[in-house]
């Protein structure tokens, strides 16, 4: 059987640059090195460094996604109600009491009740 001699240089760059590609570019893009790599390589240590470091592409990739659709449905569940709310507040403060003043001038024998609060007295 011959064995096979592979140059520790070139593995050593190659390996590299595919684990470094990570760096270049958040774009995806990045895993075209370690995959050109990958195809264009004989060296099997070379492969496993560009197998794997396709698959931390792919992992990142996940999970940016879910952060994605996290970030998304805290966005629409938390963030939007909370804009909602802040916006009823709002009205409250700013434009209820000008609709209450108007109201008393318009209508003086009836008193001004606003809408959506709780009244304790």
């Not at 209820?96 to 009836?110: G, K, M, Q, W, Y």
């Amino acid at each position: 059987m011959m064995q096979t001699i592979y140059d520790n240089d070139k593995r050593k760059l190659l390996s590299a640059l595919c684990h470094g590609a990570i760096f270049f570019s958040p774009l995806v893009l990045t895993a075209g090195i370690p995959l050109g790599i990958l195809l264009l390589s004989e060296d099997p240590v070379i492969k496993d460094n560009a197998r794997e470091s396709l698959n931390f592409h792919f992992n990142i990739w996940l999970y940016g996604a879910i952060a994605a659709f996290i970030g998304f449905f805290w966005w629409t569940l938390i963030v939007l109600p909370l804009l909602w709310v802040l916006g009823g507040m709002l009205f409250l403060a700013w434009l209820a009491p000008i609709f209450a003043i108007l109201r008393c001038f318009s209508t003086p024998e009836d008193p001004f009740r606003y809408p959506f609060i709780f009244r304790v007295l």
